[in-house]
């Protein structure tokens, strides 16, 4: 039996991968593990609701514990979905428009239809940010995409 090296180079880029995500989720546990014991702390002092700097936390909360945070992906993989996709592309970029993203995309996968591409993409970074995946500054009539700063 031979061994096919471009399979394992897949199967070390996924689990790496993997193991990425597993750490943004160990990493929205904690926050929520801070947040409880703020509200502890509060409830101990007396204090009955929330201060901004609590509230905060719980929106950066919802946005770090969706399953499948955007996580910076450092190498392009052909074959996976179009969100990491989108995250090796604001990687790579810092902060870009759609055409950006969609360019960059293109560049490390020529061969697929950048028409398909695009109205993919412009569905794809719509949900993602509805659902507060990556942020985005309105520019004109132009978005300014980027991924979530997780801390």
Same mark, same amino acid.
């Given at each position: 039996?031979?061994?096919?090296?471009?399979?394992?180079?897949?199967? &070390?880029?996924?689990? !790496?991968?993997?193991?990425?995500?597993?750490?943004?989720?160990?990493?929205? &546990?904690?926050?929520?593990?801070? &947040?409880?014991? %703020?509200? %502890?702390?509060?409830?101990?002092?007396?204090?009955?609701?929330?201060?901004?700097?609590? !509230?905060?936390?719980?929106?950066?909360?919802?946005? !770090?514990?969706?399953?499948?945070?955007?996580?910076?992906?450092? %190498?392009?993989?052909?074959?996976? !979905?179009?969100?990491?996709?989108? +995250?090796? #592309?604001?990687?790579?970029?810092?902060?870009?428009?759609?055409?950006?993203?969609?360019?960059?995309?293109?560049?490390?996968?020529?061969?697929?239809?950048?028409?398909?591409?695009?109205? +993919?993409? +412009?569905?794809?970074?719509?949900?993602?940010?509805?659902?507060?995946? &990556?942020? #985005?500054?309105?520019?004109?009539? %132009?978005?300014?995409?980027?991924?979530?700063?997780?801390?």
């Amino acid at each position: 039996m031979t061994k096919n090296p471009l399979l394992d180079e897949q199967t &070390i880029a996924f689990l !790496k991968e993997f193991a990425e995500s597993i750490r943004a989720e160990i990493d929205a &546990i904690q926050c929520t593990i801070d &947040i409880v014991q %703020k509200r %502890k702390q509060m409830t101990v002092f007396g204090e009955s609701k929330m201060t901004d700097i609590t !509230k905060e936390d719980a929106a950066s909360l919802t946005a !770090k514990w969706r399953k499948g945070v955007l996580v910076p992906v450092e %190498k392009f993989d052909p074959f996976g !979905k179009l969100d990491r996709k989108v +995250a090796y #592309a604001l990687t790579r970029l810092g902060t870009g428009d759609r055409d950006a993203i969609l360019n960059e995309i293109h560049q490390a996968q020529p061969d697929r239809d950048k028409y398909k591409l695009e109205n +993919a993409l +412009a569905v794809r970074l719509n949900y993602l940010l509805k659902n507060g995946f &990556i942020d #985005a500054h309105k520019i004109g009539r %132009k978005y300014q995409y980027q991924l979530l700063k997780t801390d």
